[in-house]
């Protein structure tokens, strides 16, 4: 049976899910005809930001894992 996580801990995984939620809004977004519309530099931009979001996400991952 698993522990119960501390608060810290909780803030973490809940940290994940949010940041899950607009990972995924925003891949939906760059594969829509909006994104590809925009000037290059815009989205080079926003392709930043979603290799960003993700190195992000990998990291809340590893630290829950080691909970």
Do not use: C, N, W
Request: hydrophobic share 40%.
């Amino acid at each position: 049976m698993a522990k119960p996580l501390q608060p810290h801990q909780q803030r973490v995984v809940e940290e994940r899910v949010e940041l899950m939620v607009k990972l995924d809004k925003l891949v939906t977004f760059l594969k829509g005809d909006v994104f590809h519309g925009l000037p290059e530099d815009e989205q080079e931009r926003l392709t930043r930001q979603h290799k960003i979001m993700s190195d992000y996400s990998e990291v809340l991952a590893e630290r829950i894992v080691h909970f």
